[in-house]
């Protein structure tokens, strides 16, 4: 389960966790902007990128190998597209368009691995994203395991009953099934709301105090786009 | 002592016309643990959605000296704290510790104060080295406590569980006992696990279509009710 | 879908970041007037729903099945604006957690499923939706919102300069058309089913609206996409239609004219004049979704 060990990642205690959010926020946009920007000869710059990433996840003290792994989940669909773009007589844009996906998912990977929850979302507020969509997406990760487990047991309770051996019986079960989880679902947050109130909710969500920059989280910012810098030069 | 609850003739009619209520009195007094039992429709569960103004019937109800109305909502449900039955539907931050502070924020504590409210609760139910997981991660028995530290963290003199041991299994359903048993709070248990509300009630009260159809000593309600199904 | 990062050109992901960011606030804070914090799990809970429904198969014809995508229906019983937030806090989920998706590629990701798609779902039902048509119109706005969101990325693909050669875009129109018919028809399946069991959970639209309208709101998406298609696969082709038609010399108000004039004008190297002409088709698309968006707004709360 992923996304178990993504959580126990963030976890950790390593320099790169206790990074302030904002700081390593800010330091994957700049890894992703150098990385975008680089077109002519990608090979060398594109190897150094990659040395880059895999020193973060040493120092932040995560398996690169599993980290690695996680990140290729991106490769089927950009091997298509790549492979497209071999075809039409492009091969050395294929490769490179292929490596610059797998950059970009390790980078984004590293940055979740070692930000857990809260802090990621404190940290996207802080740089001016709307609250309100912060708690939605926080909603949405939170109860997304929840009913898709629901909807599994829903699908296997269907097929135990048949629903899969008439042609058009699979299809108006899976409707029914995706109607009876949307309902449920609507209940549920009923439910989630009325517990809310009962703890005195009264329409705002408060926070906890926010988190302060230190020399360290300058630093580690100042690095990252010093190294980037050199690379993309 | 009075009474930390006092239900007069408690009403209710749902929107479709359903009678869930039909005229409920009910006292619960400083200390004591009672179970509530009843069929499934009987209204125990409608009468706990009024015990903190998440309904309004007709009648009066008073949680600790104050009427459950308009101004006092916000001292009254700090007052009762309800632990709803399906622990997923109340742990909704991403983390243990910013669950069990969502109460004490919304009562206007400082941030720092609600943290540490948060971890003493935490500590109460024996699950501060959690305080940082996401609750996903959690068993069903440790998902439980956290509700109940969550409740605990806004210091309420009232403790309502809404059938507190479905989805625990026997091991979990048992310390859950020591820990409610360690608890100060007056107490009101809806359940159908007899044994459970045994080991921790000694007054009970049973619900029939809307009304309380008998309160008393724990082992003489099961007994009486015991042919119409407990 | 989700287009990785990596594949856009830098002036699209950048044009598309730049422009969507504004457009982002602007469904957030309609969707917060709307729902309030209060609502908060309602929008949550539905966008857990359609991250696990997409994972249920829907059997079509022995070896293939579908899966809902969603954005129409949550169009259909949150309203759009919601639907938009739902759709974005998805997206970016599934590009951080589950790396489907690129990070700098949102801006476009965002654009075609949870802005153009959004729009182009629920469209039919808003106009449609309250008569007799009403079955046809949820159809219609499964298939609209999975067209539109492919004809927008192919086309951002396109104006990047991936080379398509025409079987290869042949092919993916063909999936295309097939998974936007399966998501009318599954959209329109689970509605019929989530009605049956609680009215209340639909947001209806009211009845009696101006069909004209609701048809030219259509076209227009629909000819701005194709236009946009059009553009990235063949600028130079814009710029002769622009003057057979001889539009340049004319000095009629005519959208095509300024493309023409800036593709002649100062734009020197060969992608810019690509890039210039994509761009300014998005941008159109773009206008007419925000258009559209301020048009359905005033009429629901009217």
């Known amino acids: ?233 | 002592m009075s009474p930390v609850i006092i239900a007069r003739n408690l009403h209710y009619k749902y929107e479709d016309g359903t009678v869930a209520l039909a005229g409920v009195d009910f006292d619960l007094f400083p200390g004591e643990t009672v179970a509530v039992f009843g069929g499934n429709g009987s209204g125990k569960t409608t009468f706990v959605l009024h015990l903190n103004g998440l309904l309004e019937g007709q009648g009066t109800i008073e949680v600790c000296g104050l009427p459950v109305r308009g101004e006092t909502l916000k001292q009254v449900r700090q007052k009762i704290g309800i632990v709803f039955q399906d622990p997923d539907d109340q742990l909704f931050m991403p983390s243990v510790l910013e669950d069990v502070a969502f109460g004490p924020l919304n009562l206007g504590t400082p941030p720092d104060q609600a943290v540490e409210r948060a971890r003493i609760a935490l500590d109460q139910v024996g699950m501060l080295e959690h305080q940082h997981k996401a609750p996903y991660h959690l068993s069903a028995g440790e998902k439980k406590r956290v509700a109940i530290a969550g409740v605990l963290a806004m210091d309420p003199e009232v403790l309502v569980l809404d059938e507190p041991t479905t989805f625990l299994d026997p091991p979990g359903q048992r310390s859950l006992t020591v820990l409610l048993r360690g608890l100060p709070q007056s107490k009101l248990i809806v359940t159908h696990d007899v044994e459970f509300a045994r080991s921790l009630s000694k007054r009970a009260v049973f619900f029939e279509k809307g009304r309380i159809a008998g309160d008393g000593p724990t082992d003489r309600i099961i007994e009486q009710f015991r042919w119409i199904g407990l | 879908m989700h287009i990785p990062d990596g594949f856009l050109s830098t002036p699209v992901w950048v044009a598309l970041d730049v422009a969507v960011a504004p457009a982002a606030g602007y469904i957030v804070r309609r969707a917060q007037r709307e729902f309030e914090e209060r609502k908060l799990p309602l929008l949550g809970v539905m966008g857990a729903f359609v991250f696990a429904a997409q994972m249920i198969n829907f059997p079509v014809g022995g070896a293939t099945s579908g899966h809902l995508v969603g954005s129409a229906l949550l169009s259909f019983t949150l309203g759009p604006a919601a639907a938009g937030v739902v759709m974005i806090a998805i997206l970016a989920i599934q590009a951080l957690v589950f790396q489907d998706g690129g990070i700098l590629a949102l801006g476009a990701n965002v654009f075609n499923l949870a802005i153009a798609g959004v729009i182009a779902g629920y469209l039919p039902f808003h106009f449609w939706g309250a008569g007799r048509a009403r079955k046809a119109a949820i159809f219609m706005g499964g298939v609209f919102s999975v067209l539109v969101a492919a004809l927008m990325a192919v086309s951002e693909l396109l104006l990047s300069g991936i080379a398509m050669p025409g079987a290869v875009l042949g092919v993916s129109f063909g999936l295309f058309t097939v998974s936007a018919l399966l998501e009318g028809a599954i959209t329109l399946a689970v509605f019929q089913a989530v009605e049956t069991l609680n009215p209340n959970f639909i947001k209806q639209p009211k009845a009696g609206r101006r069909i004209g309208l609701g048809l030219i709101a259509l076209a227009a998406v629909a000819l701005a996409g194709v236009g946009v298609l059009f553009a990235s696969t063949n600028p130079d082709a814009l710029q002769r239609l622009a003057d057979t038609l001889g539009i340049a010399s004319k000095s009629k108000p005519f959208l095509d004219a300024p493309l023409a004039e800036y593709q002649a004008g100062f734009l020197q190297s060969a992608w810019l004049r690509k890039a210039g002409a994509g761009l300014m088709g998005i941008a159109l698309i773009y206008g007419a979704c925000a258009l559209l968006g301020r048009m359905v707004g005033r009429q629901r709360s009217a």
């Open chain 1, 1 to 233: 389960m992923h996304h178990v060990v993504l959580e126990r990642w963030s976890r950790g205690t390593s320099l790169l966790h206790r990074r302030d959010a904002r700081v390593k926020i800010l330091s994957l946009l700049i890894f992703l902007i150098a990385v975008a920007t680089t077109h002519r000869d990608f090979e060398l710059p594109g190897l150094l990128y990659f040395a880059v990433l895999v020193g973060g996840m040493i120092a932040a003290r995560l398996p690169v190998i599993g980290m690695l792994r996680r990140a290729a989940i991106v490769l089927p669909f950009s091997l298509t597209l790549a492979a497209i773009t071999w075809i039409s007589g492009e091969p050395r844009r294929a490769a490179m368009v292929v490596e610059k996906s797998f950059l970009s998912a390790s980078a984004a990977l590293l940055l979740v691995a070692t930000t857990p929850l809260p802090q990621l979302l404190r940290g996207l507020e802080m740089l001016g994203t709307p609250r309100f969509l912060l708690m939605v997406a926080q909603f949405v990760y939170r109860y997304l395991f929840v009913i898709a487990e629901q909807a599994h047991r829903m699908r296997l309770a269907a097929l135990c009953r048949g629903g899969r051996f008439r042609p058009k019986g699979g299809f108006r079960s899976a409707a029914g099934t995706l109607g009876v989880l949307f309902a449920r679902s609507y209940e549920r947050a009923d439910r989630i709301h009325r517990s809310m109130i009962s703890r005195g909710f009264e329409g705002h969500f408060n926070l906890l105090s926010r988190p302060s920059l230190v020399w360290a989280d300058a630093g580690f910012l100042f690095l990252t786009a010093a190294l980037v810098a050199v690379i993309r030069v």
